[in-house]
């Protein structure tokens, strides 16, 4: 293992699991807890890399699956590798294809020996195994890959779950097998729906392969939200507490805090920007349509308790205006301003858990 990696625990919360830490990589650290940006095809929609610094992201995201089909890992590799084609030196994660398995379920075929789906580019068939997933993440470069995985829908039989989260293990020791740089940390991934003996036995047979880091997935799929707290409340524990933990594709405000006080570090979402595109801003875990009536002649800030460069500069009437013009601007605006909040969100408790009133300062988040 690259000596780069590592995870320092620097406290806990007395009533709840919640923690406070630093994930080293080689691209700098990442203080935990923290919202992770998704920029699916090495860019956050919308967005320059001083504009995402700004918001204050350490880590960003981005899709194999996707810049396997444009441009192609070996043009990122020529350029030097993720960090450099998208010009962002800070810390990077490239998910492993396995959410497509989930996703594209109409365009692809599962077998043991990998997943063949239909390019939705240009109808082409596609083959990607747990090595060809390495081999790809491998060209990118990013700081951590995750394995390749099947991620069961909701709902699904015991018995699929049973088989998709065994193939999840199998696959994942391949992944171990055909990674082969120390400067990436692969993370495994914990399967097994909505059954918690299943998610149990999985995590086990995880914590046993001594990984870097351990990512929960196959929530956010479809169950409803008791569900998802309930799924993440009963694995997050179960993982090395002196291992980073991940939890994937979740990004609400209760969510992650219910999340954190379940012992989850890390969080990606689309969340922000998609709101973003869709003219809706995050204003303190409330969601605001900005094409409404109400904020054409309001002159005051966003959310004036935000620091963002959006909420320093610009009006609700004014984003209301280029939202409703349908203006470009008003989308990299809001963008701005919905990761912001939550990566700030994300930082206020963590600063809460470290001065022992988290439960004080956001238990409600945790009522029903």
Not at 20 to 26: E, K, L, Q
Not at 40 to 59: E, I, S
Not at 118 to 123: E, K
Not at 203 to 230: H, N, T
Request: with cysteine; net charge negative; hydrophobic share 40%.
């Amino acid at each position: 293992m690259d000596t780069s990696f590592s995870f320092q625990l620097q406290t806990t919360c007395r009533h709840t699991h919640a923690r406070v830490g630093v994930f080293s990589t080689p691209h700098g650290p990442v203080e935990t807890p923290r919202f992770m940006p998704v920029g699916t095809l090495a860019n956050v929609k919308t967005l320059t890399p001083d504009q995402l610094r700004g918001t204050g992201a350490q880590m960003v995201l981005a899709n194999t699956y996707h810049l396997h089909l444009q441009p192609g890992e070996g043009i990122v590799a020529e350029a030097g590798g993720l960090h450099r084609f998208m010009a962002w030196d800070g810390p990077m994660l490239t998910d492993s294809g396995g959410f497509q398995v989930f996703s594209l379920s109409e365009m692809r075929t599962v077998a043991e020996e990998g997943v063949t789906f239909r390019s939705p580019r240009d109808g082409q068939m596609i083959h990607l195994s747990p090595e060809r997933s390495i081999a790809i993440q491998n060209a990118l470069g990013a700081d951590v890959i995750m394995a390749f995985d099947e991620c069961p829908p909701y709902p699904a039989s015991r018995e699929d779950v049973i088989e998709a989260t065994g193939r999840t293990f199998r696959w994942l020791k391949r992944c171990i097998s055909a990674h082969d740089r120390s400067d990436q940390a692969l993370f495994g991934i914990v399967q097994g729906g909505v059954y918690p003996d299943l998610r149990e036995f999985a995590a086990k047979q995880l914590a046993d392969l001594d990984l870097i880091g351990y990512a929960i997935g196959g929530v956010s799929v479809g169950e409803p939200p008791e569900l998802i707290e309930r799924i993440v409340q009963a694995t997050a524990p179960l993982l090395p507490a002196e291992k980073p933990r991940y939890l994937m594709g979740v990004g609400t405000h209760r969510e992650i805090v219910q999340a954190i006080a379940a012992g989850v570090d890390l969080f990606d979402c689309v969340i922000p920007t998609r709101l973003a595109r869709h003219a809706n801003a995050l204003v303190q875990g409330e969601r605001w349509n900005m094409r409404n009536a109400r904020f054409r002649q309001d002159f005051s800030p966003l959310d004036p308790q935000c620091g963002c460069y959006t909420c320093q500069n610009f009006t609700r009437a004014y984003l209301s205006h280029l939202l409703r013009s349908q203006e470009l601007l008003g989308y990299t605006l809001l963008s701005i301003h919905n990761i912001t909040e939550l990566v700030q969100f994300t930082q206020r408790i963590r600063q809460a858990i470290l001065q022992n009133c988290f439960i004080e300062e956001f238990g409600h988040w945790l009522k029903s």
